[in-house]
């Protein structure tokens, strides 16, 4: 059973689009829902955390939504650019379980010139 | 600064050899340490977490174990390896247990069994 849903699978896109990529998630009880940004055979880098008493979060030209009803989050990236192009990860923490994050499988994305 | 350090980089082994992949981090005390995996078109998957030194919990049950020797230091290790060990594994610290802080990735170790 998976946990988290990640749509698109994969993404490719023109320079200078606004994207918008979705997770979703099976467990309304979640503690916090995380977006990490993953380059090809490199580690993962955190991008936005959103607790679940928050709606959003944003960093520079990134959106994160989260709609804990619909168990549902949304990465937002606003003017996309080549540097853009990556794995997006979304991931959750249920209840109060010691850093357990239940990883989706990712969207690629590729961001062309 | 807080920084992740894993090695090797890469590694290919042959199926029943033994298996010792090392991850350090530096710039903090009493860390939250994780190893994960991450096979060809799966998600990332918990193995191992621990909370200290000594203390480890296992999430999957598999012919790996790991172990923390010292505060900053989480070994991953297979006395024979199989194929289906195969894939990319990831060290990660947070501050906070619980959760409720992010946490921070190394730069992975690709191993591949032939």
């Known amino acids: 059973k998976q946990e988290v849903t990640q749509i698109p699978a994969a993404l490719s896109v023109p320079e200078g689009e606004n994207l918008v990529l979705n997770c979703s998630f099976t467990?309304?009880?979640?503690?916090?829902l995380q977006w990490f940004r993953q380059d090809p055979g490199k580690g993962l880098t955190s991008l936005l955390l959103?607790?679940?008493?928050?709606r959003e979060q944003t960093s520079g030209r990134l959106n994160a939504s989260l709609d804990k009803s619909s168990g549902r989050s949304t990465l937002y990236i606003a003017a996309s650019q080549p540097g853009d192009s990556a794995t997006y990860l979304c991931a959750f923490c249920r209840g109060s379980t010691l850093g357990r994050l239940y990883f989706g499988r990712g969207t690629q994305l590729t961001v062309w010139p | 600064s807080q920084t992740i350090h894993q090695w090797p980089a890469t590694l290919v082994q042959p199926v029943g050899s033994p298996l010792s992949l090392e991850c350090t981090v530096e710039g903090t005390s009493n860390p939250n340490l994780y190893w994960y995996r991450q096979a060809a078109g799966r998600g990332l998957q918990l193995l191992f977490y621990s909370v200290g030194i000594g203390q480890i919990s296992s999430e999957v049950p598999q012919n790996l174990s790991a172990s923390r020797p010292q505060d900053r230091q989480f070994i991953l290790s297979s006395k024979k390896l199989l194929l289906s060990d195969s894939g990319f594994y990831l060290c990660?610290?947070?501050?906070?247990?619980?959760?409720?802080?992010?946490?921070?990735f190394g730069p992975g170790t690709r191993l591949t069994v032939l």
């Open positions: 467990d309304s009880a979640i503690y916090n």
């Open positions: 990660a610290w947070s501050v906070a247990a619980g959760g409720i802080d992010t946490q921070y």
């Open positions: 959103i607790q679940s008493s928050q």
